[in-house]
């Protein structure tokens, strides 16, 4: 049974630039979780979705939005980067216990 | 507000031996916590967790510990092997949000030397 998947594993973009970045959650898993991990820290929470509807927004700017899809994928949207958005953003899934959540490898994003 | 923090940034153990990992909870209220193991390029991998009701969990050479006097986890690893080298985070969740909303900790790296 595959783990969460993310996907692109790299990403290069610009500043001003948007960028979309994706998640499988586990087989049966309703909820996603979107994590931001700066380099050096922990990561930080940005979003969370249950059933296709957002559950938590954590302290993100508005450039940021997410949506989870009909099969439990999720999308991370982020609008005008700047480099301070560099960060390895982390997907993570979860059952019925609120108390799960098993990540995925992350999306490293490289603003330039 | 309320964090999750850790008291060592950088631990370094001899192989065989056994380490101490620590991290202070400041949310009271939070009733569940979860220690992850970070490789390097890799995404936090669950080792163990723990619920406020419980003062001690084991696992496979891991043990974590709560002491809610103080507002005080430790993860203690056994025989640590160089396979253990890594970043540990201690995780709550708070008692309001749920789902997965998981407040980390900045870290500790566990550096194992043979």
């Known amino acids: ?24 959650p586990i087989s049966g898993h309703k909820s ?78 490289t603003v330039v | 507000g309320e964090s999750v923090g850790l008291h060592l940034p950088t631990l370094s153990v001899q192989e065989g031996d056994n380490s101490i990992i620590n991290c202070a909870y400041s949310n009271s209220a939070s009733d569940y916590f979860i220690w992850y193991k970070q490789e390097s390029g890799k ?4 080792i163990i967790d723990i619920r406020s009701n419980m003062d001690k969990r084991q ?18 690893i056994a025989a640590t092997q160089p396979g253990d080298s890594a970043v540990y985070f201690c995780a709550e969740i708070p008692p309001i949000g749920g789902y997965n909303k998981l407040i980390f900790g900045a870290g500790t790296r566990l550096a194992v030397h043979p």
């Open chain 2, 43 to 46: 995404g936090p991998q669950f």
């Open chain 1, 32 to 109: 996603v979780s979107w994590y931001q991990q700066v380099l050096g820290q922990g990561p930080q929470f940005i979003f969370q979705y249950y059933e296709k509807e957002e559950r938590g927004r954590g302290n993100f700017p508005d450039r940021f939005s997410a949506r989870q899809f009909p099969n439990y994928s999720s999308e991370l949207n982020v609008n005008a980067l700047l480099l301070g958005d560099s960060a390895l953003y982390l997907c993570a899934s979860g059952g019925e216990l609120n108390t799960e959540a098993f990540f995925g490898q992350g999306t490293r994003l």
């Open chain 1, 1 to 24: 049974d595959a783990g969460v998947t993310q996907s692109p594993t790299h990403l290069i973009k610009t500043r001003g630039q948007h960028v979309t970045l994706r998640c499988s």
């Open chain 2, 59 to 76: 696992g496979q050479r891991v043990t974590v510990l709560l002491n809610k006097t103080v507002k005080h986890l430790s993860l203690q």
